[in-house]
Structure formats: C-alpha cells, structure tokens
C-alpha cells in the first residue's frame, strides 16, 4: 500500500495570498495517477486535479496541481475566501487507493 | 448532471449486516466504475470498495480493512449500485459516499449516508 504524507497538517493564511500543499508517497506513484480533493464543511469533497496537474472540469485556473514520482504540490494562486477548506490528495496508480491524511487551509 | 443518490444508512449494532445503495443518473451508467469511500467521524478519507464497468469485466477491488466482510455490486439496468456491509464493527462507523470514478480517481460524488455501529 502506498502512504501519502500531506504537509503541512494546517495552513493558516490570509486571502489573497498563494498556498502550497504537499503531498509525499511512501513510493513511487505509477504513472503520475494523483488526484487533489477540495471539502468543505458537511459537505462531500470535490475533485480538483487529476493525473497530478489536469483541472477537473469547473476548476478555477488560480488551482493547479505539479509533481512526479513520489513529491507532489498544490498551489492556490490567490486564495479566496471560498478556498478555506480541507484538501486530499489521492493516489489511483495501483489497485489500492489511498488518501493523504489532509490539509486544512484556514483563514489567519 | 450526475446524481449520486445513497440510501441505507442507519444504526446496526455489531456483527450485523447493513446494505447501502447508490442511485445514479446523468450520465450512462453502465460504462463506468464505482466506488465507495467513507470518512469516520472527523477523520480523513478511506477508499473502501471499487467494481469496474461490465466492458472491463466488473471486477472488484476492496481496501484491506473490508475485505471479505463487504461487497460492492451493480445492476446497470437499473443504474444502481450496492455496498453489502457483513459482520459490522464499530470502527465501519463512518460517512459512506458513492463515487462514480474514472481511471481511478473519483470524479463525483453523492452526499453520503451515515453508518452508525453501536450496541
């Protein structure tokens, strides 16, 4: 099974400033096969990134995705007051799917 | 627009059994994979089952903590899909949401039923 590793655990931020996420794999994910998920509160999450840097339909441009290997980043350009949320990283290379533990992106 | 409509959820004591079912529309159901995935109370995301459209053989893939207790199935003429939870324990606690998936990823999403495991 391939552990994501999300860094950091918590961001705290102001809008429009850039936030960078982390995502680290324990090995190597086939293929570049990472997804982003953006949720929020009582909310299901939603799908942002898909094979490390492809916008889901309906992503804003100010979401992208980079990485390879086992070393991947999110970034929001400029946040908005709606991108305060909990983001996931997901890798699909293999047959076990697994989710990073979370980022929590918060307003400072 | 895709609909992901779950239902089934409720209250089971342990070692009981508990069947989920998603209600899909929007989209031709049969040429998709489907997936389950569950968020225990404040917790993060545990992909739990997965079944591949009938074109790639409707196999099926489960996360080590179900395997053998769960079993995910499809009935394409009626655009639904199932989560047959067996020999329940507390820890099944958790959110369940349908996913319909490509390639992998899950590109959208139901809003969840509550699973409670309690005596």
């Known amino acids: 099974e391939i552990v994501l590793t999300q860094s950091p655990g918590t961001l705290s931020l102001s809008p429009g400033e850039r936030a960078t996420l982390s995502c680290r794999a324990s090995q190597s994910v086939s293929s570049n096969y990472l997804a982003w998920y953006q949720q929020k509160p009582g909310q299901a999450p939603r799908l942002l990134i898909y094979a490390a840097s492809s916008r889901a339909t309906g992503t804003p441009d100010r979401f992208s995705g980079s990485g390879s290997g086992t070393d991947f980043t999110f970034t929001i350009s400029r946040l908005e007051p709606e991108d305060f949320a909990v983001y996931y990283c997901?890798?699909?290379?293999?047959?076990?799917?697994?989710f990073g533990q979370g980022t929590k992106v918060e307003i400072k | 627009e895709v609909q992901l409509v779950e239902s089934g959820g409720g209250l089971v004591q342990p070692g009981r059994s508990l069947r989920l079912s998603c209600t899909a529309s929007g989209f031709t159901f049969g040429d998709y994979a489907m997936s389950w995935v569950r968020q225990g109370p404040g917790k993060g995301l545990e992909w739990v089952a997965f079944?591949?459209?009938?074109?790639?053989?409707?196999?099926?893939e489960y996360a080590a903590s179900v395997k053998g207790r769960f079993t995910i199935s499809r009935d394409d003429s009626k655009s639904i899909d199932y989560l047959q939870m067996n020999s329940l324990k507390t820890e099944d606690t958790a959110i369940y949401y349908c996913t319909k998936s490509y390639g992998g990823y899950f590109e959208s999403w139901g809003q969840g039923t509550l699973v409670t495991v309690s005596s």
């Open positions: 079944i591949r459209s009938k074109a790639y053989g409707g196999t099926t």
């Open positions: 997901q890798q699909y290379g293999n047959s076990l799917w697994t």
